[in-house]
């Protein structure tokens, strides 16, 4: 089961609207989007935990 965790998120309207245009245009929720960003600050900041699983993979699961 996933064991990932939920947040609520309060934020400005058109922040919302920007980052859901933005996550539109490259095929990404706007969660995987907001979750992406996030990765991409930390790592830049040189906080990336060690034990930090990768995104999970875009796309259809593979079929079984």
Not at 13 to 36: C, K, T, Y
Not at 40 to 62: V, Y
């Amino acid at each position: 089961m996933d064991d990932r965790k939920q947040v609520l998120l309060r934020i400005d309207p058109a922040v919302h609207n920007a980052l859901a245009q933005w996550a539109g245009d490259e095929f990404r929720s706007l969660n995987a989007q907001i979750e992406m960003l996030l990765r991409r600050a930390l790592d830049d900041a040189g906080r990336m935990p060690k034990k930090a699983r990768p995104l999970p993979k875009r796309g259809r699961p593979p079929s079984r």
